[in-house]
Each structure stands twice: as structure tokens, then as C-alpha cells.
């Protein structure tokens, strides 16, 4: 196990940390991380201020990585929360505007999640949602879901691999398609 490397800001960790070769820190303000933290190999932690509760585990694929904030440190609203006891896998998390993650919760391969539109440029004159992300406790996205800008998802909810979320999901059901 090795330091992250920390480009900017500050970084502070709870006890047991177990921190993977090529761990970034490129943030405006801090990154504070739990106690009994995995962050894996080219975990990329980017933004104005992250922070991560107790027993995370993010976990990268030898070709992929965990990608948080996709170099967004100077929006004032990137800011990520994550709760106790979540696992992520090579997740790819924008955050042009705030993500609030629950506890126990699990983002499975590929899951990602967009705070704005992607396709179309406003600069070619194309509107551009910008919305914040919202996950309660106890959720579970399956295989390459897609979480869009505004989406809430409702505690205990599942939500299908290959899904795309775009609004509210209410608590407690599955979801899939």
C-alpha cells in the first residue's frame, strides 16, 4: 500500500487506510476519508470537497479506475458525499453539481453518474441540465446503470443493470430497463 498523491487541497483519512498505488487527490478544498477505507489502484478523487464514511471499499479493475469528479475542482457546487458502508466499482462520477450517496449502499462495474448533459453542446446553442444527485440508504445499481442529472433514488430501491434512472425512484421496488 502506498500515500496518495495529493495535486491539491487536503487530504485526511481515519485509521486503516489501505490506499492503492496512483491514488489522486486533486480537490479545491479536502478529501476526508473513514476509518477502515479501501481506495484501489488510479482511484481518481477530483472536485471542490469529497467526503467518504467508514468501511468504503472502491475497487478498480487493472484497466479501469473509480473516477470522482472528473476534474471539477474549481465548480463551487462539486461536492461529493458518500456514506458508511458503500462499495463502488470503476464508477465514473461528474460532479458539475453536489452527489449525496446513503449508507450501505453499492454502485456495481461501469454504474455512472452525471450531474449535466453530455451530447449536445450549449455552446452550439443546445440547452444543458445541470442537477444535483441523490441516492438514499441501502441501494444497489446494477452493471452499467446510468444515473442522469436530478435523479433520486429512494432508500432500499435496486436498480437493473443496463438502467437508466432520470427522476425519482420511490422506495423499497425494483427497477429495471
Known amino acids: 500500500m502506498s500515500n496518495p498523491i495529493v495535486r491539491n487541497g487536503r487530504f485526511s483519512s ?11 487527490i486533486d480537490v479545491a478544498e479536502e478529501v476526508i ?9 488510479n482511484t481518481y478523487l ?10 468504503f471499499y472502491g475497487y478498480g479493475w487493472e484497466w479501469k479506475r473509480l473516477d470522482a ?3 471539477r475542482i474549481d465548480e463551487e457546487d462539486a461536492i ?3 456514506g458508511s458502508r458503500c462499495t463502488f466499482h470503476d464508477n465514473r462520477i461528474d460532479l458539475a ?6 449508507d450501505d449502499v453499492g454502485l456495481s462495474p461501469e454504474t455512472v453518474i452525471y450531474t449535466h448533459g453530455y451530447w449536445l453542446s450549449p455552446l452550439d446553442g443546445f440547452p444543458c441540465k445541470y442537477a444535483p444527485v441523490w441516492i438514499g440508504n441501502s ?6 446503470s446510468v444515473l442522469l442529472p436530478g435523479c433520486k433514488i429512494g432508500e432500499r430501491c435496486v436498480v437493473g443493470a443496463q438502467s437508466v434512472v432520470a ?8 427497477y429495471a430497463g
Open 139 to 144: 441501494v444497489i445499481a446494477g452493471f452499467r
Open 14 to 24: 481515519g485509521s486503516d487506510l489501505q490506499c492503492g498505488e496512483n491514488v489522486v
Open 46 to 55: 477530483s472536485g471542490r470537497r469529497i467526503t467518504i464514511g467508514d468501511d
Open 80 to 82: 461529493l458525499t458518500v
Open 97 to 102: 453539481r453536489r452527489v449525496t450517496i446513503g
Open 69 to 71: 469528479g472528473r476534474g
Open 33 to 41: 476519508v473513514g476509518d477502515r477505507c479501501v481506495l484501489a489502484d
Open 167 to 174: 427522476g425519482f425512484l420511490d422506495a423499497g421496488k425494483v
